[in-house]
């Protein structure tokens, strides 16, 4: 057997790759803020060494924004990519940390062992299951059981803008059979899963201006357009009492479910009521005349992720202020198109403004959705493998996330992806205390084993 | 003459009367701001010292808030009581200035010298306009020509919740025949006036809470509803179309202009095209069967001064935030009733929020619209001695701001207040970059010790 003592050393060894983990978790690498450039970088340097520790041909690759890991091992089968993140999101509000998210720590909780900080789950911890699987497998077996390049990026969660560029300049490098992505979660603590659906994001960030400068309300009151009513106005018309999006032409694109996996959706034990349960709210806010799960994992979403604008300190000032802002986000399905629906949100908007006031946007990323193609044997050996590892047999399901990376590898490289990650839905992976179960990390770990296994034998 | 030399003195002694207005904005007196109360302390304490150096029996008077400042003269003829406040309006945003708003300095325009600075308007510059006029009064008489009362509050910008108390406390003590407050404008540079409407004012501050953590948009996005989106669906429902606030009773008791009124606002030669103009602004914003003068002057309104929410940093975050925050203020007219309104904007708001959502509201304080009775002969003496200072005719005018203290003394100590001051429209009093003209701080004075003559012959 070649599996058996891989999967007795990752036991055996648990304790040092915490340890591993907690000093990549200690660099705070938050991509989005200039302020952690350095950081961003010394994870880089932190990834490549211990790549190469593991006999993998690593190193760091400048883009103009924060660089790419690539590592290289040589070997016969199939050639795999392995995708993962070493950027975090930001941590603010600091203050609603039980503790510094960048001194990572064991916490007993009621569902065992957690390692919390920020990066624990999204997504040093789910890349280091991977990374760790492979330590254990070249220490039992002298090498890798196959041909295997490792790809990490540093601009995840910035929308990766040097990803495309990247991929188009090196394709040959990384062009594999197949690409193993680590950035999802499991369908629920007991069920892993393959995720093949997931959605695109586009974002809008954006200040309107009305007035010169800001007013007193007392003086300008009543005659004065103020901006925020404006900006209230715009994101209130976005949606309709019935949860339905109004921006003309959104819907385009928008696939329904096909019967097939609507029957396996309605036969997975979602419980909408707990899932909202668990973080206060008790009211489903999507489309009323579609069920919860599709409206997390196929239905297209706008939320507002940011808003400001006018006096926000202590006590009150009564100013008319100059400018409001916003950053809206749109969950993308099927073949809705990122720039067809940008066109028709500005249009909305400008819509909106009365004569005299003007907007600037920020931004112009955007990225549609993707859908794997389950066709290729790979998925099946990986779902057994999952299977094997986890109490109950795993799944093919949908995400509400936006992972184009995806979509980029099958767009550029021809290459099929396959999401497998070991997040659960209350990593608070984007919320202050992030946490990874330690059975994540540790299944997590022993499941990458028995998928090289798999695809290997 | 006892006037000639009094006026003589205040044009030879004006670079020393500016000079000692910049000792007083130096003190970064920030009422609403605990960061700021030695500061507040230390600008009471000034006035106490330059009240004294003109014989004025003057001290400083705490309160469960920042200090008040109370002097007297004794003397024969009507007892006046003279109101100010020391303290100033917040700065921020601080990046906005084109100077530290806390070292004043003399600036060339093309309106002549202005004296710029927080607090050099509103109310600094104002209060020690009457302050100079007593100075060279008892410089050149050796006293004033009637009993004074001088009243210098700190909580002003705050919504004077130390006033009341101190005003019942101290009623004896502080009721004169009629009240001078210094801390409205002139109608026009060239046009004093005497201000006899004054709106009230309402605030809320308040958060919105949904769900019990942020979560992130792409795992819970499309199911959970969105406190940016219930926030904007609030203020979107406040105004109709036609610029008519919705909240069920809320024009109980707003009046019609006598047509007496009505005519003389016709007669005013206000351009609300050049007035919003000057601040980059088109389309007057409110109901539009209103004229603009009775916008701004005679109808009531509500305005969001402030809006918070997710996140607001660079780049981009896929957050679902908890909460989210939002100032409004109404300014009221006529006998709208302050607490009326507040509940009925509650019950509206809380009738807004999904199941599962809470609000804390951060306020408790409002204050009526009041109105002058110009039938007192006091009103006729200050307004003619107005126009002898001025190129035209003082007016009698309304006023958007709230200045609820004329209705406190009214109600509390039986007394009329005249409402005289003389900043102008572009003074930025709540903006970066406030100014006082020096024409204002110069024909302030003079306005003050032509008053002061006509009331005591």
Known sequence: MTLDPVLSRLDSDLSAATNRLFDLLRIPSVSTDPAYKADCDAAADWLVADLQSLGVDASKRPTAGHPMVVGHVEGDGPHLLFYGHYDVQPVDPLDLWDRDPFDPALEETDQ??????????????????????????????????????????????????????????????????????????????KVPAITTMLRGLLGEDFTITGPSRDLHSGMYGGLAMNPIRVLSNILAGLQDDTGRITLPGFYDGVPELSDAIRAQWQGLNFDHETFLGDVGLKEPAGEQDRTPLEQIWSRPTCDVNGIWGGYTGDGFKTVLPSEASAKLSFRLVGTQDPDAIRKSFRTYLESKLPDG????????????????????????KALNALSDEWPDKAAYIGCGGSIPIAGYFKELLGMDSMLIGFGRDDDQIHSPNEKYNM???????????????????
Chains 1, 2 share one sequence.
């Open 357 to 380: 006031f003007t907007v600037d946007y920020r931004t112009e990323k955007g990225s549609a959705a993707s859908q794997m193609s389950v066709e290729n044997p790979a998925f099946e």
């Open 112 to 189: 065992g062992t957690v390692i919390r900080g920020r990066g624990s789950s999204d997504d040093k911890g789910q890349l280091m299951t991977f990374v760790e699987a492979c330590r254990a497998w070249t220490a039992e077996h002298g090498s890798l059981p196959c041909r295997i390049t490792f790809l990490f990026e540093g601009e995840e969660e910035s929308g990766s803008p040097s990803l495309v560029p990247f991929l188009e300049e090196n394709a040959e490098e990384l062009t594999a059979d197949i690409a193993l992505i680590c950035d999802t979660g499991l369908f629920e603590s």
């Open 439 to 457: 059975e994540s990390f540790h299944k997590g770990m022993r499941s990458w084993a028995r998928i090289l296994d798999a695809l290997t034998t």
